[in-house]
């Protein structure tokens, strides 16, 4: 015992002698003036408020285009980092290249984190600090405030793990290195004057050196009481505790692998709440195993059917049962009771897919799981058996959208999207505005469906469909009947969908005759939402009633046979089957609001885009689809917008088609073949997506390419949003809607787009929030690139010019139009915001107020020296207000007043802008006799509008103070001579100046609409 007292004595002595030296060098810091950092990681936030910013959030943009944030993702494939604060629970949801909060009460966004440039690969938190492991460094986030980094890891960290307060461990593969966590946020020396503050980068203070057949490091754990202690598992089904502060093995485990002829990889591991040195591991071929780690011994074991362990929790609180839940590839959880020593429950379809993360609540029945279908569901173990059920959840898109559009039309709130993942398909809303509106649409119809359609359905799958390749919706009918359509792979009838129920219906459309069907691979319905009409693979139109779904026919009609050809023998009695509308697959199909069904078929000899009337079914007119390059080309889809057809091709050209011309409008010729295209609302743009992974934006007034960038992975849909503000692509190998600003409507620096060159090469751009797996490289030319301004986070001052372009054009000016308006009608404003009862008196004034006796009524007593100093000569003090110092004099004059006797129109206008509504009344009725002046005031404000409309800039905002100065003093220029003369003459500009940018539209009208033959469009 002798040596465990020595041993005791000293570690007494060296931790006295630790405390001594802190006391010491917080004491030093005092005598310096300087106050030890926060303890807290989330105090330390002032310390980085005065760095760059992060090279973390540094994105690129296009000529028109800026990223701004995803939409329809929720979680990826990453676990959940869980958090408590106080009495808070939150989760820390890794969304690809960002992050984001949810409070747990009700499941909602408490906070977004910000938009990297990198893929996040493991997410934790320590405290309200969020930890991101990108590429090779691991970052520090409070908010959107970069704390600090880690910086020393030659790949990718996938494992973190935090040991206490103190340190931090991360592994990538084999690698496994020792932080000090506790230094995170602090600056490594002060700055010399003139120098920048640089990122907080901290070192490794260590890495455990590992063997070569321990693997690659797949889980850690931090078991409760064992000071400096975690324990790391590998892909060889080795596990071993390790102390972090000496860096040394301190023993490995045997237990778990006894009776086991091979390794298996140990996927997860987790403490056992309550009970020390208990210890649950995961393993990838079912296996659970309860270990005590103090005695290296396996104290129960269980076999998941379900296959892989993914993930596990246990539950805790007073009178909870002994229940540990585990993940299963296959998207079910398990429930086992651990007293029984059995499976107690098994949640079959929790998921579609594997599920990455199941996390019981503190103290609490609620369990919160995530998978890779981008859903978040909370369950609750409430009934009397002891079974969960789902009480919210938060989804996003499952898969890839293959196609999107915004439902209605009309403003920017959702979308109605449709994909695919892992061979089943999709139909969900995705609110533009709150994520906790997404919704996936239910297939539970699939179960009531009439026997001959579920014969067609894989048999591989009967819970799905397949995935989409076609969706076409109306609007109008969203509270009458089922309106929206979806076609889907491999199958030969279209499914209809209610959006009011967020539902598949239990109803398809299928032509009838075995003869007739092939698979659905184009629908279209029509704007009343009365009709519907199928493209099919073997080439034929059908008609069908959308809501009855009854058949109305092929298009075109077969012909029928007169009776006197039957009689004479000339034809056979029985009709001959109907022609079909083209030769090849059908790849696109539209219905125009005159009831016009355009189609296009993929097929090299059926290159024309055919057109039909929808009731009789007959052809129209035909419109030649043939390009100057060699071969012949085949259409790939068909998008419409009003009277214009935009039809792409296989040899990359992309033709505009107007029905009204019946003529091909415009060419433009993109290299490879596009994926999607899509019209601006106003019909200016079109944006077309290519295979090669790049994005076009053409202008089809001016016939050009005004925009060019790529992405790394090909967009597969795109569209515009209703107001034109904002563009939305969803991309390949990942579920999130990438949504881009139109600068030059949030911009007001930027010039218009027509005005700059036609883009040589497209831009790389680096997609907000993205989910790829092939987009870790960042361009080289986004870092090498960095100019001062952007390393210091400031934006370069906007260069607005308020010279018009030509002689007979205006310039507007850049403030909103509310401010002018209000400007204008100051009287409606005031009438609008007068207070609906009168002022209440005040309340008497304080004691300690000087006051004085005005007779009998007490006042306010004047401040000491103003009495004395009132018949002084001496100057007036500096704190005196203007009305003490005399400076509101009628002789002096006002400001405004001042500058429009000098002759200077341009401080003039320039002091009426800086000015609120009030005073721009206030400073335009100081002018003329009535206000103490004279005449030539006025006169000289007639010259100051004669001035600025000669200049043309500023023309909404000079209108708006003409209009304002001659309702002041519309009877005093009418009554002098002189000044009537010159009101004429100004009349007389104004109309003429006015006259003559009407003509210049008028001209510019008609001759878009001789040239393109669209007068009904513009």
């Known amino acids: 015992e002798e040596p465990r007292a020595d041993s005791m004595l000293s570690h007494q002595l060296r931790k006295r002698q630790l405390e001594a030296f802190r006391q010491g060098d917080v004491a030093k810091q005092q005598e310096e003036g300087e106050q030890p950092p926060p303890r807290k990681l989330a105090r330390r936030v002032p310390l980085a408020v005065g760095r760059p910013a992060s090279n973390a959030l540094r994105v690129r943009e296009s000529a028109l285009f800026r990223p701004v944030r995803a939409i329809g993702s929720v979680v990826d494939e990453l676990p959940l980092a869980p958090a408590t604060l106080g009495e808070a629970d939150f989760v820390v949801a890794s969304v690809r290249r960002g992050f984001q909060v949810f409070e747990c009460k009700h499941l909602r966004l408490a906070y977004i984190g910000p938009r990297l ?17 990108l590429k090779t460094d691991i970052v520090a986030w409070h908010k959107l405030i970069e704390l600090g980094r880690f910086r020393g890891h030659t790949g990718p960290a996938n494992v973190l793990c935090t040991v206490g307060a103190g340190y931090l461990v991360s592994a990538s593969g084999s690698e496994v290195l020792v932080w000090q966590l506790s230094d995170v946020g602090l600056e490594a020396k002060e700055p010399k004057k003139g120098q920048k503050k640089t990122t ?25 009481t064992y000071l400096h202690k975690v324990l790391l598992a590998s892909s060889t089904g080795q596990l071993a505790l390790w102390n972090v502060r000496s860096q040394e093995k301190v023993h490995a485990f045997r237990s778990h692998l006894a009776g086991r002829k091979e390794s298996c990889a140990i996927t997860c591991i987790s403490e056992v709440p309550n009970v020390l040195d208990l210890i649950a591991i995961g393993f990838a071929d079912g296996r659970i195993v309860m270990l005590n780690a103090r005695e290296d011994r396996v104290v129960m074991e269980f076999q998941q059917a379900q296959g892989r362990v993914t993930a596990m929790s246990f539950r805790t609180g007073a009178g909870a049962p002994a229940h540990l839940v585990t993940g299963a590839p296959n998207g079910s959880f398990v429930v086992w009771d651990l007293d029984k020593r059995r499976a107690h429950h098994v949640a079959e379809g929790a998921h579609h897919g594997p599920i990455s993360t199941v996390h019981f609540l503190p103290d609490q029945p609620l369990l919160l799981t995530s998978g890779r279908d981008n859903a978040i569901r909370m369950w609750i173990f409430d009934t009397p058996d002891g079974l969960p059920r789902p009480i919210r959840h938060r989804c996003g898109c499952p898969g890839p959208a293959r196609r999107m559009s915004f439902y209605g039309g009309s403003d920017d709130r959702e979308l109605i999207v449709g994909g695919g993942t892992d061979g089943a398909g999709f139909v969900s809303r995705i609110s533009f505005i709150q994520d906790h509106q997404n919704v996936d649409y239910s297939q539970a119809a699939l179960k009531k469906m009439p026997s001959h359609l579920k014969s067609m359905q894989p048999p591989h799958n009967m819970a799905r469909l397949p995935p989409l390749i076609d969706i076409a919706y109306c609007p109008v009918r969203h509270h009458d009947w089922p309106a929206v359509v979806s076609a889907h792979e491999g199958l030969d009838a279209a499914f209809v969908w209610s959006a009011e129920n967020k539902a598949l219906a239990p109803k398809a459309m299928r032509p009838e005759g075995d003869k007739d069907c092939a698979p659905v691979t184009a629908v279209a319905i029509s704007s009343d939402g009365n009709y519907c009409v199928l493209g099919l693979a073997n080439g034929s139109l059908h008609r069908f009633n959308l809501q009855s779904q009854l058949h109305r026919g092929p298009i075109p009609r077969a012909q029928i046979p007169r009776a006197s050809d039957i009689e004479a023998g000339l034809v056979k009695a029985d009709s001959s089957p ?65 009277a214009l057809v935009a039809a792409p091709l296989d040899n990359g050209a992309l033709l ?50 005004v925009d060019s960038f790529v992405f790394a992975r090909p967009a597969l849909s795109l569209c515009f949003s209703p107001s034109g503000a904002f563009l939305l692509t969803s991309h390949a190998k990942g579920n999130a809607i990438q949504v881009w600003a139109n600068k030059f409507l949030f911009d007001p620096s930027l010039s218009a787009p027509l005005l700059r060159p036609e883009p040589k090469a497209p831009i790389k751009v680096d997609e907000p929030g993205a989910d790829g797996e092939d987009d870790d490289a960042v361009p080289a030319e986004a870092e090498e690139g960095a100019s001062d301004d952007e390393e210091e986070g400031k934006k370069p001052a906007p260069s607005t010019s308020t010279v018009p372009l030509e002689p007979s054009l205006l310039t507007l000016s850049d403030v909103p139009p509310a401010k002018w308006m209000a400007t204008l009608h100051l009287d409606v404003v005031r009438e609008r915001n007068k207070a609906a009862e009168p002022p209440k008196p005040l309340p008497n004034a304080p004691f300690f107020l000087p006051t004085a006796l005005d007779g009998l009524t007490p006042r306010f007593a004047a401040p000491l020296g103003a009495e004395d100093g009132a018949g002084d000569n001496s100057a007036p003090a500096e704190g005196q207000s203007k009305h ?31 000015q609120t509504p009030s005073g721009v009344h206030l400073a335009i009725e100081e002018l003329g006799p009535m206000a103490g002046g004279t005449m030539d005031e006025l006169k000289a404000g007639v010259e100051l509008f004669e001035h600025h409309l000669r200049k043309a800039h500023l023309a909404d905002e000079v209108q708006a103070y003409l209009s304002i100065f001659l309702q002041a003093h519309g009877e005093e220029l009418m009554g002098d001579p002189e000044t009537r003369v010159k009101c004429q003459d100004l009349g007389r500009a104004l109309e003429g100046q006015w006259s003559a940018l009407n003509r210049q539209c008028q001209k510019v009208r008609c001759f878009l609409g001789m040239l393109t033959h669209t007068q009904s469009q513009w």
């Open 117 to 133: 440039n990198e893929k996040i690969r493991a997410v934790m938190t320590v405290g309200e600090v969020v930890l991101t492991s």
């Open 578 to 642: 109907p022609p079909k509308a083209h030769q090849g697959r059908v790849c696109g199909v539209e219905i125009s609001v005159s009831g016009l069904v355009i189609s296009l078929a993929s097929h090299p000899r059926d290159c024309v885009l055919r057109t039909w009337k929808l009731m009789t079914h007959e052809p129209a007119f035909s419109v030649p689809l043939h390009t100057s390059g060699a071969g012949q080309p085949s259409g790939v889809l068909l998008r419409m917008h009003g």
């Open 884 to 914: 003490l110092r005399d400076e509101t004099s009628v002789a002096k004059g006002f400001k405004f007043q001042n500058l429009v006797r000098k002759n200077k129109y341009d401080e003039a206008l320039a002091f009426l802008r800086a």
């Open 656 to 705: 505009v088609v107007d029905l009204n011309g019946a003529s091909v409008v415009r060419s433009f010729s993109c290299g490879v073949p596009a994926t999607d295209v899509a019209f601006s609302s106003d019909g200016r743009w079109l944006a077309a997506a290519l295979r090669d992974g790049g994005l076009r934006v053409f202008d089809l007034l001016a016939a050009r390419c």
């Open 200 to 224: 907080c980068v901290l070192s490794p203070l260590g890495k455990l050196s590992m063997d070569a057949e321990f693997g690659e490091c797949m889980a850690t754990c931090h078991p409760p």
